[in-house]
C-alpha cells in the first residue's frame, strides 16, 4: 500500500461515498500531498548547499556533452540538381549527333548513314514512353527533347544527302512544316501526352513555314508581312484555345514576335507608300494586325495585356485607316486626318458596347493620336514664343513686313505649319466636350483654356497678317487672357495669368523691332497690368509686372528722347516712387512685400544707369533715401530707415567725389552727426543703453579717419582741430560720466599730442648724450618702482571711476 493511503481512502475508492463525503476525502489526500512535497523541497535544499560547499556539480546527470555535429545543409536541392543533370545530359548527346552528322557523316555509305540517324532517332523517340511508363517524367522529358533535336538533324542531313539540288530556304521552309506536325502528332499520342516538351516545340517550328516559303518564293514586302501577321494570327488562336501553360506561353510570344515584326513590315511600307494602291495594300496589313490585337484584348484573361492589346489595336486602326488618305491629302493635312481618326475612335467606343478593358485601351489609343498631334504643334509654338527673342539684338532695327517675319527674325519657318491651330482646336474640343469625369474635369478645362491660347498665338504668324495687326491680336489676347484670369477657381487663376504673362513677355519681344510700337505695348501693358491690380485677386503677381513694365517704358522713353543713360535714371526713379505710394494703399501682405521687392529692384536699377555721371548718380541716391524715409515712417517698416540713412551718406560722399573733395572729415562728419542724435535719442528712451551702443560707432566714424589724416598731414591745423574736438569730447565724457567719449577722446587726444612733440623728443634725444637716455630710462624705473603701491591705488581709484560711469 502506497504511503498516504489510507483504509478511508481505499473505501472511498470502492464504495463511492456521497458527493459532501467524497468531497472531504480528496481535501484530507491533498493536505497529505502538500506536506509531503514541502518535505522534499527542504531535503532538495539541503543537498544542494552542501554539493555546492564540496564544489561538486548539483546535477552529476547534467554534465555539458558535446554536441553532435549536425549534417551539412546542401545548397542545391536534389530536383534541381537532377534537372541539370538531364539537362546537361540532353545537350552533351545532341551535340555530338551534330557533330556526328557534320563531320562524320561522310564518312559512311548511305545504308550506313540511314540506319545510324533512323535508329539513333527512333531509339531517343521510344525511350520517352518506357521512362513515363516507369515514373521518370524528368529523364523523358530530357530524352524527348534529344529526339527532337535528332529530327532536325535528319531534316539537315536529308537535304544534304539526297535533296542538295534543292533550294535552302524552301526546303527549310518544308522542313520547318513537317517537323511541326510532326512533333505536335508526337506530343498528342496517348503514350507520349504527358511530355510537356513537343507541343511548344511544334509551336516554335510552326513560327517558320509561311515566312521562309515567302522568302523562298522573293515576295514582296507586303507578301512578307502578310506571312507573319498570318503566323501571329495562328498564335493567337492557340493562345486562346489551348488550355496548356506551356503552350500558351510560346503562343504568346510567337504571337508578339511575328505580329511586332510585321506591324513594322506593314508601317513601313505605309510610310513609304507613293501611292494610294500600295498605301491601301499597307493599310489592310495595319488592319488586319488591329484585328488580331482586338480579338486577343476580347478574348483575353489578363487585364493588363487586355489594356494594352487595345491601345495597340486603335493606334493600328487610326494607322490603317488614314493610310490611303496620307499619300491623297496636302501634306500640311495628314496629321489632321489622323486626329480625326482618333477622334472618331472615341465616337465608336461610346456608340459600340465593348468590354471595360477594351474600351479603356481604345481611349487611351485615341488620347495617345491627339498627344502625337500636339506635339507635331509644338516646334510651330516655340518658334512663336522664343523666336522673338532675336529682336534683343536687333532693337528698333525697323517694323518687319508681317507677323510670320516678327517671330522668325532669322529661324525657318516649319513646313506644313498652316493646320497646326485648327490641330489645337480640335483637341481643345475634345477635352471640354467629351471629358465628363467630375475628377478630370477641371483638369481638362485649363487644359482646352491653354490650347485655344495657343492656337490664338500661332494665327498671325499662321496667316501672315500686317505686323500692326498681329501686334494688336497679342495685345488682345493679353487682356483676354487678365480677364479669364479674374475668376475665382485657384487653378483657373493662375494659369490664365502664366498665358497671360507669356504672351505680355512675346508681345514685348516682337515689339522690340520698332521704336514707336515698343512705346506703345510698353505702356498698354502698363495701364492693363495696373488696372487689373486693382480689387482683383491678381495683386500679388500683376502689380509687381506692371511696375517692371513701367520701369522699361520709361527706360524705352529716355532712350527715345536720346537722354543719356544716368538722365533716363531719373524718370525710372518715378517708378519706385509710385510703388511706395502703391504699397502704402495695399493690405495684403504678400501683396505690399512684392510690389515694395519690385521697387528695390527698380531703384537699383536707376542706380545703374546713373553710375556714370556722378552728380546725378548722388542725386539719385538721395531721391532713394527719400523715398526709402517716407516707406520707413509706415507701421512695420521702421528698418528702412537704416537703408535712408546709408542712401542719404552715399549721396553725400557721391556728391563730395564729384567736388573733388579729399578732406575725410568731409564724409565721415555726415554720418557722425546722424549717429550721435540717433545714439541721444536711445538712450533719451532707454537711460541703461551703454555709451558703447549709443555713441561708440558714431564717434569712431570721424576720429579715427581724421586721427590717421593727422599723422600723415605736415600742417598744424588738422592736428589742433582734432585734438581740440577730442579735448572737448573727452570732457564731455567726464561731465556726463561717460565711458565711451572718455576712452576715445582721451586715446586721440593723447596720440595727437604725442604726434605733435615727437619732433621735439626727437631734436632733444639726438642732443643729449649716448649714455642720457639709458640713465633717464632706469631713473624713470626706480622712480615707478618707489611710487609703485601709490600707482596700483591710483590705477584702481581711476578704474573705480570709470566703472562708475555709464
Not at 509706415?634 to 542719404?648: D, E, I, K, M, S
Request: net charge positive; glycine share 8%.
Amino acid at each position: 500500500m502506497s504511503r498516504g493511503v489510507t483504509p478511508d481512502t481505499l473505501h472511498a475508492m470502492t464504495h463511492f461515498p456521497p458527493p459532501a463525503e467524497e468531497l472531504r476525502l480528496l481535501d484530507a489526500e491533498l493536505r497529505q500531498l502538500d506536506a509531503r512535497r514541502s518535505q522534499l523541497l527542504a531535503r532538495r535544499a539541503w543537498l544542494v548547499a552542501a554539493l555546492q560547499q564540496t564544489g561538486q556539480p548539483s546535477r552529476p546527470w547534467a554534465q555539458p556533452r558535446t554536441p553532435s555535429a549536425a549534417p551539412p545543409r546542401p545548397e542545391t536541392p536534389a530536383p534541381s540538381v537532377q534537372n541539370v543533370l538531364l539537362v546537361l545530359g540532353g545537350v552533351l548527346l545532341t551535340l555530338a549527333a551534330a557533330v556526328f552528322t557534320l563531320v562524320s557523316w561522310g564518312h559512311m555509305g548511305i545504308t550506313g548513314r540511314a540506319l545510324v540517324l533512323g535508329a539513333v532517332t527512333l531509339a531517343a523517340l521510344a525511350v520517352p514512353v518506357v521512362l513515363l511508363r516507369r515514373g521518370l517524367r524528368s529523364t523523358a522529358e530530357s530524352v524527348a527533347g534529344l529526339g527532337l533535336a535528332l529530327t532536325v538533324l535528319d531534316a539537315y542531313a536529308l537535304h544534304a544527302a539526297a535533296l542538295s539540288g534543292t533550294d535552302g530556304t524552301a526546303y527549310a521552309a518544308a522542313a520547318s512544316a513537317a517537323l511541326a506536325v510532326g512533333w505536335a502528332a508526337y506530343g498528342l499520342l496517348p503514350v507520349t501526352a504527358a511530355l510537356r516538351l513537343p507541343r511548344p516545340a511544334a509551336l516554335a517550328a510552326a513560327q517558320f513555314p509561311l515566312l521562309l516559303g515567302a522568302l523562298a518564293a522573293d515576295a514582296e514586302p507586303a507578301v512578307i508581312a502578310a506571312a507573319l501577321l498570318v503566323t501571329a494570327g495562328l498564335d493567337t488562336v492557340v493562345a486562346l484555345r489551348v488550355p496548356a501553360a506551356s503552350v500558351r506561353i510560346a503562343a504568346l510570344v510567337g504571337a508578339y514576335a511575328t505580329g511586332g515584326s510585321g506591324v513594322l513590315v506593314a508601317g513601313w511600307l505605309s510610310w513609304t507608300a507613293d501611292g494610294p494602291g500600295a498605301a491601301a495594300r499597307a493599310g489592310a496589313l495595319l488592319l488586319f494586325a488591329a484585328v488580331i490585337a482586338l480579338a486577343a484584348a476580347w478574348r483575353g484573361t489578363a487585364a493588363a495585356h487586355s489594356l494594352g492589346l487595345s491601345i495597340a489595336a486603335g493606334l493600328l486602326a487610326v494607322a490603317a485607316l488614314g493610310a490611303v488618305p496620307r499619300t491623297v491629302v496636302p501634306p500640311e493635312w495628314v496629321v489632321p486626318v489622323h486626329l480625326a481618326l482618333g477622334v472618331a475612335l472615341l465616337a465608336v467606343l461610346r456608340a459600340v458596347r465593348l468590354p471595360d478593358a477594351v474600351r479603356h485601351g481604345g481611349v487611351w489609343a485615341s488620347a495617345s493620336v491627339q498627344a502625337l498631334a500636339l506635339l507635331w504643334t509644338l516646334p510651330v509654338l516655340a518658334l512663336v514664343v522664343l523666336g522673338p527673342a532675336g529682336w534683343l539684338g536687333r532693337v528698333w532695327s525697323g517694323a518687319p513686313s508681317d507677323a510670320r517675319a516678327a517671330v522668325t527674325v532669322d529661324a525657318p519657318w516649319p513646313p506644313d505649319a498652316e493646320t497646326a491651330p485648327l490641330v489645337l482646336l480640335v483637341v481643345a474640343a475634345v477635352l471640354a466636350l467629351v471629358v465628363r469625369a467630375e475628377q478630370w474635369r477641371s483638369r481638362t478645362r485649363l487644359g482646352a483654356l491653354g490650347l485655344l491660347w495657343a492656337a490664338a498665338l500661332m494665327l498671325p504668324a499662321i496667316l501672315d497678317v500686317p505686323y500692326a495687326a498681329g501686334v494688336s491680336v497679342l495685345l488682345v489676347l493679353t487682356a483676354a487672357a487678365l480677364y479669364t484670369g479674374r475668376t475665382a477657381v485657384p487653378e483657373a487663376r493662375l494659369t490664365a495669368l502664366f498665358l497671360a504673362l507669356v504672351t505680355a513677355v512675346d508681345l514685348t519681344l516682337v515689339s522690340l523691332a520698332s521704336q514707336n510700337a515698343t512705346l506703345v505695348v510698353l505702356a498698354v501693358l502698363t495701364a492693363l497690368l495696373a488696372a487689373f491690380s486693382w480689387r482683383t485677386g491678381l495683386t500679388r503677381f500683376t502689380a509687381p509686372a506692371a511696375l517692371v513694365y513701367a520701369a522699361a517704358l520709361a527706360s524705352a522713353a529716355g532712350a527715345a528722347a536720346d537722354w543719356p543713360p544716368a538722365r533716363t535714371a531719373l524718370l525710372v526713379l518715378a517708378v519706385p516712387a509710385a510703388a511706395a505710394l502703391l504699397a502704402a494703399r495695399l493690405a495684403e501682405p504678400v501683396s505690399v512685400v512684392a510690389v515694395e521687392s519690385t521697387a528695390a529692384a527698380t531703384g537699383l536699377l536707376a542706380v545703374g544707369l546713373a553710375v556714370t555721371d556722378p552728380p546725378l548718380l548722388a542725386l539719385v541716391l538721395a531721391l532713394c533715401g527719400v523715398i526709402a524715409a517716407g516707406t520707413a515712417l509706415r507701421p512695420g517698416r521702421r528698418p528702412v530707415g537704416y537703408a535712408a540713412a546709408a542712401l542719404f551718406v552715399l549721396a553725400a560722399w557721391v556728391r563730395l567725389a564729384a567736388w573733388d573733395v579729399s578732406t575725410p572729415e568731409a564724409y565721415t562728419l555726415p554720418v557722425t552727426v546722424p549717429a550721435l542724435l540717433v545714439g541721444a535719442l536711445r538712450r533719451r528712451r532707454d537711460p541703461r543703453t551703454s555709451s558703447w551702443t549709443a555713441y561708440g560707432a558714431g564717434l569712431t566714424a570721424t576720429l579715427l579717419p581724421s586721427l590717421a589724416a593727422a599723422w600723415g598731414d605736415p600742417h598744424w591745423t588738422r592736428p589742433l582741430l582734432l585734438g581740440t574736438a577730442a579735448l572737448l569730447v573727452t570732457l564731455l565724457g567726464a561731465r556726463h560720466h561717460l565711458k565711451a567719449p572718455l576712452v576715445l577722446g582721451g586715446s586721440v587726444l593723447a596720440l595727437v599730442t604725442l604726434h605733435e612733440l615727437a619732433p621735439y623728443v626727437v631734436q632733444v634725444t639726438g642732443a643729449l648724450p649716448r649714455w642720457a637716455p639709458p640713465a633717464l630710462a632706469g631713473l624713470l624705473l626706480l622712480a615707478l618702482g618707489a611710487t609703485y603701491e601709490q600707482r596700483i591705488r591710483d590705477v584702481r581709484r581711476v578704474r573705480n571711476v570709470l566703472g562708475r560711469m555709464n
